[in-house]
């Protein structure tokens, strides 16, 4: 299994996770945060077009993450995966695309792709992150929570690969001119994860297997990849350590051996 990322940060989101049995390849986006022409553009930079996909599964509603989602479902015939709370949300975009619910710990099949969706706290209707495996390796995403649970510390425990928010900087965003209410809505209980907390996340983890971690999901004005790599480093010991950018995201990665 090897995943690869489109973009990641707030002006758009995007990952790819596939994995290959015999001769055939099932390749899945988790999340489509840009336009049609945009997103086409990205997947041809990983070497990828829309007609490799098997579908789409998306985390939650704020356009980051689902504002491409379903016109490209709708132009390239790409079925969708989302929680009704995420439905409800969106609905009235979804004419013409088929789509399919899951909630927290009902795992879905996608070809030769196994995903389990997780809740996690985030102001949202029904936000879910996942974890993917193919009976081998697995993977777990972490992209936009406000808070350590203990649900999401078990759920991401023994994974080969992670793909963690680091999305700010304590300090960098309390000096930030980013209005008072934002600043509250993003450091708050369901906004986004800064360094140190994403850190003290992989600390409890279970990391028997764990392979390689990326820091994702990265503010640019109120976060810096060093920064990021600095704590993730504090709290992962020798794990090799990536950071994705808004721009190229990152190449493809392999998830287990």
């Known amino acids: 299994m090897k995943f ?13 996770i596939s994995t290959a049995s015999g001769t055939t390849r099932t390749t899945v986006m988790l999340d489509c945060g840009f336009p049609i022409r945009e997103t086409e553009r990205r997947l041809q930079r990983l070497g990828t ?11 939650h509603e704020h356009q980051d993450h689902v504002g491409g989602v379903f016109k490209f479902a709708r132009r390239h015939r790409i079925p969708v995966w989302l929680s009704y709370g995420t439905y409800q949300a969106v609905q009235k975009h979804c004419d013409d695309v088929t789509f399919n619910f899951c909630r927290d710990g009902e795992r879905l099949v996608i070809d030769d792709l196994e995903l389990t969706p997780y809740t996690v706290p985030h102001d949202a209707r029904e936000p879910v992150q996942y974890v993917a495996s193919d009976g081998s390796a697995r993977l777990g995403v972490l992209t936009d929570a406000g808070h350590s649970t203990p649900h999401l ?12 928010e680091c999305n700010h900087d304590r300090e960098m965003l309390a000096n930030s001119t980013y209005p008072p209410s934002l600043r509250q809505r993003i450091s708050g209980a369901y906004g986004h994860l800064s360094n140190d907390t994403t850190a003290h996340i992989l600390q409890m983890l279970d990391k028997s297997r764990l392979k390689t971690i990326v820091g994702a999901h990265l503010s640019k004005q109120n976060n810096m990849p060093e920064l990021a790599h600095a704590a993730l480093a504090g709290a992962a010991g020798d794990i090799e350590i990536l950071i994705a950018c808004q721009e190229d995201g990152f190449g493809w990665i392999c998830a287990g051996d």
């Open 4 to 16: 690869a990322s489109l973009g990641s940060g707030s002006e758009g989101n995007s990952l790819l």
């Open 49 to 59: 077009s829309p007609s490799d996909l098997a579908g789409i599964v998306v985390t």
């Open 153 to 164: 510390v078990e759920v991401l425990g023994g994974c080969d690969a992670l793909v963690l």
